[in-house]
């Protein structure tokens, strides 16, 4: 008789995957849709990065690398959290090459947490921190973030919601699904509010350069008392299209990389030795395409923002970093995940249902395309029955 362990019960099926695959099974059909649903950006890894994959392939770097990773590029994340985030880490003893961000948030909340243990995750939310925590044994505690306050965390709120079981905070800037850039007064309230309660951190920062409107990226690791408390995690996937690749880092205190790397050491081994030769240009050779990628994010963003506006009854935060749009539909529709339902069957559009309330729309596709789908939303919403 097959058994499942009994923790499988409270992880369900990612949504958004879940989007996805009806999605694909609706174009194998023959209908095409536009997609807005899924923050994987539509651009090629540059091809400096590519040629330097091929150089490892025809060099023959095919084996197991450390399971901290090869030393070249844990030397260049840490001149890139010198240079760009004013950090100083050991990169032979305080940088862990991931398979990813998502490695790296359950390999945290694997080594760092115990059974039972709570972890503060300030919500809305991508869904990957809830599920990790409840992997790890502990219990995810969701903080309301409120579009009164811009979707920044007040330290109230934190508060309320602490216990003697409280041992991590979770801190995402920018934010998915909002597009928010934490502030530095947020930051330095989270900051404290850590210390003062003898919390960890897990910042998660890999839409770091998707930054608009001339905010500023700050990391929490960088705020007096900060550096031995947090595990910064960050990546390739969004600064460098390279989603694909998985390919990701752990930053942290030598003493927190010892319990995160047995993890790693005993789930993944090693990050792709290929993708981890192509990571080292990535960060040592020129970023003109991480600038070209995000001026035309930022176009896109802003022909979103115009065409979201003229749809009456449609509320959402400026969006200030990372590719999403956090829309209330409240005023349009009872259900957002039915609203989901007739926007990809009547529009042929795909977006997300993030809760009852809202959507998210990811503009990681063509301004052409961004255009169409918009207007294709206004129609669809124009005509669309009471009941819904």
């Known amino acids: 008789m097959t058994q499942i362990a009994e923790r499988m019960n ?34 090629d890894t540059p091809e400096y990065i590519k040629t ?4 490892a392939l025809d060099e023959g770097q095919v084996y197991y690398t450390s399971n901290y990773g090869i030393p070249p590029l844990r030397e260049a994340i840490a001149n890139k959290l010198k240079r760009d985030n004013q950090l100083e880490f050991d990169p032979q003893t305080e940088i862990i090459v991931t398979a990813g961000v998502s490695e790296g948030i359950l390999a945290t909340m694997m080594a760092l947490l115990n059974p039972g243990d709570e972890v503060l995750v300030p919500e809305p939310l991508f869904p990957a921190y809830l599920m990790a925590a409840r992997m790890a044994g502990a219990v995810p505690v969701a903080v309301p973030v409120h579009a009164s306050n811009e979707y920044q965390p007040v330290r109230a709120d934190l508060e309320a919601r602490l216990n003697s079981k409280t041992r991590m905070l979770v801190v995402v800037t920018p ?56 595990i910064t995690l960050n990546g390739f996937s969004k600064s460098h299209a390279m989603t694909g690749w998985r390919l990701g880092y752990i930053a942290a205190d030598a003493a927190l990389v010892q319990a995160l790397v047995r993890i790693h050491q005993y789930s993944v081994v090693c990050s792709n030795s290929i ?10 050779g020129s970023q003109q395409s991480v600038h070209a990628m995000v001026e035309e994010l930022d176009r896109r963003r802003m ?3 115009d065409k ?12 200030q970093g990372a590719m999403y749009v956090y829309v209330d539909v ?5 259900d957002a995940y039915e609203l989901t339902d007739y926007l990809l069957e009547q529009a042929h559009l795909a977006v997300v249902p993030w809760n009852k309330q809202h959507i998210r729309l990811a503009y990681s596709n063509s301004y052409d395309n961004l255009e169409l789908a918009l207007d294709r939303m206004k129609q669809s919403l124009s005509t669309m029955p009471a009941s819904r």
């Not at 330097?52 to 150089?55: K, P």
């Not at 007064?185 to 897990?202: R, S």
């Open 303 to 305: 022909l979103v923002i």
């Open 275 to 284: 993708a981890q030769w192509a990571g080292v240009v990535a960060l040592e």
């Open 308 to 319: 979201l506006q003229q749809i009456p009854g449609l509320t959402f935060p400026r969006p």
């Open 330 to 334: 409240s005023g349009v529709a009872n």
């Open 52 to 55: 330097a994959a091929h150089r």
């Open 175 to 230: 934010g998915n699904p909002t597009g928010v850039v934490l502030s530095e007064a947020t930051l330095k309230g989270m900051a404290e509010f850590a210390i003062d309660h003898d919390l960890l951190v897990m910042a998660d920062e890999i839409y770091e350069k998707l930054i608009y409107e001339d905010r500023e990226h700050i990391c929490i690791a960088r705020f007096p008392g900060m550096r031995s408390r947090t």
């Open 10 to 43: 409270s992880i369900p099926f990612s949504g958004i995957r879940a989007i996805l695959e009806r999605v694909k099974r609706m174009e194998q059909a023959g209908t095409p849709i536009i997609h807005l649903e899924i923050g994987c950006p539509d651009f």
